[in-house]
């Protein structure tokens, strides 16, 4: 298991070497500097790169956010605040903060926020494919990248992004289908065929209206009846005449529209 190498920022001499003596018995982390004060978190980070810091708030002369406010970039570590004040947890998370522990540190707390830091590096590493995704829906919506950032958030929200299910009614019949189980939609007029866990759906919807549902960070328009899950496309093919024909999981052939071609080709070679 590759472990995550971590920087332990704190004024009190003793809160570091607690933490520390704490993280050597996970295996998941590795800590590779201790800092008393945000200038030395800086110098320590930028030589060593770390997936992960320990921070704290209250430090004199600069404070963890002060810390984080100078770090923000590509090469930003996760970062797990360390403190023994609640009321910043909300500051915490408006800068990404992945946790937040309070001082004095439970055992079992602060795996708890290992493991996190270990599920969102798991997560991270499909930023390459999200980096093709991000500039091809800037490229489809016009957003710039922060805006498309912020529908990736929206999507990946906890109850106020875009929905987990769509509901379909057939007279007096009601299905529930999970958005993440569909792989395509082909349109017929104001019905919708929603491919799904193997099943076709029938909706009265329109294209407009269903395209409205689903997170454009996911599902892309690549005809103007066809919408795909970009999850489940495994390659494609060129054709004679310069279009394309994606490969689906399941061996299904799609084609790429010459109105939706240059999209699609910045997805599939960027």
Not at 105 to 112: N, Q, S, T, V, Y
Not at 131 to 142: D, P, R
Not at 191 to 209: D, P
Request: aromatic share 6%.
């Amino acid at each position: 298991m590759n472990t995550l190498s971590a920087i332990i920022v704190d004024d009190e001499q003793l809160a570091r070497r607690g933490l520390s003596v704490r993280l050597q018995q996970l295996p998941e982390v590795d800590v590779v500097a201790e800092c008393a004060n945000g200038q030395e978190a800086l110098i320590a980070i930028a030589q060593h790169n770390p997936d992960l810091l320990f921070l704290d708030i209250q430090m004199p002369g600069m404070d963890g956010f002060e810390v984080v406010e100078k770090l923000q970039g590509d090469d930003m570590p996760m970062v797990v605040f360390v403190t023994a004040y609640n009321e910043y947890a909300v500051d915490a998370f408006k800068v990404h903060a992945i946790d937040y522990v309070l001082k004095p540190i439970d055992d079992d707390r602060l795996h708890e926020a290992v493991q996190r830091a270990v599920q969102h590096r798991s997560q991270e590493a499909n930023s390459e494919g999200k980096e093709k995704l991000v500039k091809l829906v800037m490229s489809m919506t016009g957003e710039s990248a922060a805006g498309v950032e912020a529908l990736v958030e929206k999507g990946n929200g906890n109850g106020d992004g875009w929905p987990e299910k769509i509901t379909i009614k057939d007279g007096s019949d009601i299905q529930f289908i999970r958005v993440a189980d569909i792989t395509w939609v082909d349109a017929a007029g104001d019905y919708m065929c929603i491919h799904a866990a193997g099943e076709t759906h029938i909706m009265r919807i329109t294209m407009k209206q269903l395209e409205g549902m689903l997170n454009p960070a996911v599902f892309l328009r690549v005809h103007r009846s066809t919408i795909v899950n970009n999850r489940v496309i495994t390659g494609a093919q060129t054709l004679s005449n310069g279009e394309y024909l994606l490969n689906l999981e399941g061996g299904t052939q799609l084609k790429v529209s010459r109105s939706y071609k240059d999209r699609i080709r910045q997805f599939l070679v960027t």
